[in-house]
C-alpha cells in the first residue's frame, strides 16, 4: 500500500515548492498566488536505512523501497467555496488520499507577497479548515437530496441511512471536523462511502526561514497549539532549504543537515510523522533477487500482511517465518539466524511488527 497524502495550504505558503524538494517533479513555484493549476502528483521512496543493509546481507539484485504519493492541489483562499480565486474544484482530487499535509507559512518576507497581506498562522489554518469543511458539507447536502428520493420507499435502512447523513450534516454545519463525528460501526460504510476531506488526519508542515529552524519562533508555537487540539502533528521545514537538500549528493546532504542542526531532512522527518500519524509500520522481504519494503497498519496479522504482497499469500497461508531486523543484522544472515534460532515459525495470529523480515509460507 503506497501513503497518500494531499497537500493543502493558501497560496504563497511554500507548498509548490516543498512538494518540488519532497518529489523533485519540477512542479512550478513562483512567488505570486495561484502557480499551481493543476494538480501535480509526486510519488517518492520513503527512506529506510533498515532496507539497504538487509539488501547487503542478502546480496539482492534489487532493490524496492515502499513509497509514498504527494498531491498538490492550487491554493485556496477565504471564499474558495463560493469560486474566490481558482475555487475549490481541485479538492476532488485529494479525496482519497490518507492524509492531508497543511503547509502553514511561519516566515515573513516581504519578496514573498501573502494573500491576506500577513502572516497569520491561526487565521491562514481557519481558513482552510472551513474550506474543507465547506466542500464536506457540500458532498453530504449532495448525497441527502439522493436519499431522500430513495427514502419515499419507506425501507427501513434507507431512512436509517438518511438519518445518518443529516446528523452529519448538522455536525459539519457546526463547524466541527468529520474526524470528530461520532459513528457506529455500521454507519462506518457509509462514512467513508464519501470521501470527505476533514475526515482525514492532519499533518501540519510549518514552514519557517532557515533562522528558525530547526525548532522554529512563535508563529510555530501557534501550530502546535492548534495542532495538540486536534490531536495532530507538526513538523518544522524550511521549504527552500528542503529545496537545495534536494539537489545535493547524499555526502553533502548529511554534512549541509550537520550543519543546520538538523539529524534528518524535512522529507523524513515528514513521512515518519504521516507513518505515527496513521499508525503504520514496515516489514521487509528479502531473498537474492530482491529485498522489498512494505507498509501495513499496526495490528495487521501475518495473512493480511502476506495479502499485500500477493492474495494467494494470505488465501493459501501456511506460516511466516520472522527474524526481527536487529537479529538478521546481527547474525548477518536468514541461514545464521535460523541456526541461532531467532527466526521463528509464526501463525495466522501473529501481529507483524515494524522491521520484521518475513518468509512466507503459503499453498497456491
Known amino acids: 500500500m ?6 493543502v495550504g493558501l497560496p504563497n505558503v511554500g507548498k509548490s515548492t516543498l512538494f518540488n524538494a ?8 513562483a512567488n505570486y498566488p495561484f502557480c499551481t493549476i493543476e494538480p501535480n502528483v509526486g510519488v517518492v521512496p520513503v527512506p529506510d536505512d533498515r532496507l539497504g543493509r538487509i539488501a547487503e546481507l542478502s546480496d539482492s539484485k534489487a532493490v524496492t523501497p515502499t513509497t509514498i504519493e504527494f498531491f498538490d492541489i492550487a491554493g485556496l483562499v477565504a471564499g474558495a467555496s463560493k469560486g474566490e480565486g481558482l475555487g475549490n474544484q481541485f479538492l476532488s482530487h485529494i479525496r482519497e488520499v490518507d492524509a ?36 464536506d458539507l457540500d458532498t453530504v447536502e449532495k448525497r441527502i437530496e439522493r436519499m431522500e428520493r430513495a427514502a419515499k420507499s419507506g425501507e427501513k435502512k434507507v431512512v436509517e441511512e438518511l438519518a445518518f447523513y443529516e446528523r452529519l450534516r448538522d455536525h459539519l454545519g457546526e463547524g466541527e ?21 476533514t475526515v482525514k488526519p492532519v499533518l501540519y508542515a510549518a514552514n519557517v526561514a532557515e533562522e528558525d529552524l530547526p525548532d522554529g519562533g512563535p508563529h510555530v508555537d501557534t501550530v502546535r497549539a492548534i495542532a495538540a487540539k486536534e490531536d495532530a502533528r507538526v513538523i518544522v521545514v524550511c521549504a527552500d532549504i528542503e529545496a537545495q537538500i534536494a539537489e545535493l549528493d547524499e555526502d553533502e546532504r548529511a554534512a549541509f543537515l550537520d550543519e543546520l542542526g538538523l539529524e534528518r531532512s524535512g522529507l ?12 503504520l509500520i514496515t516489514f521487509f522481504t528479502t531473498g537474492p533477487k530482491e529485498t522489498r519494503a512494505w507498509t501495513v497498519t499496526k495490528g495487521t496479522k501475518a495473512p493480511q500482511a502476506g495479502g499485500q504482497i500477493h492474495s494467494d499469500f494470505e488465501r493459501g497461508f501456511i506460516r511466516a517465518e520472522t527474524i526481527p531486523f536487529e537479529a538478521f543484522d546481527e547474525h548477518e544472515s536468514e541461514a545464521a539466524a535460523r ?26
Open 2 to 7: 503506497a501513503l497518500r497524502c494531499g497537500i
Open 22 to 29: 519532497l518529489s523533485e517533479a519540477g512542479a512550478e513555484s
Open 100 to 135: 492531508i499535509v497543511h503547509v502553514v507559512r511561519c516566515f515573513a518576507n516581504e519578496n514573498v507577497a501573502h494573500v491576506s497581506g500577513s502572516v497569520d498562522p491561526a487565521r491562514d489554518i481557519e481558513i482552510i479548515e472551513t474550506e474543507l469543511l465547506l466542500k
Open 268 to 279: 523524513e522527518r515528514l513521512i515518519r510523522a504521516a507513518y505515527e500519524l496513521l499508525n
Open 339 to 364: 541456526e541461532a534460532g531467532v527466526m521463528r515459525a509464526e501463525g495466522k495470529e501473529y501481529v507483524v511488527q515494524d522491521g520484521d523480515v518475513i518468509l512466507f509460507r503459503f499453498n497456491v
Open 177 to 197: 471536523p468529520a474526524r470528530t463525528f461520532a459513528v457506529k460501526a455500521h454507519e462506518a460504510p457509509w462514512l467513508r462511502s464519501l470521501f470527505l476531506l
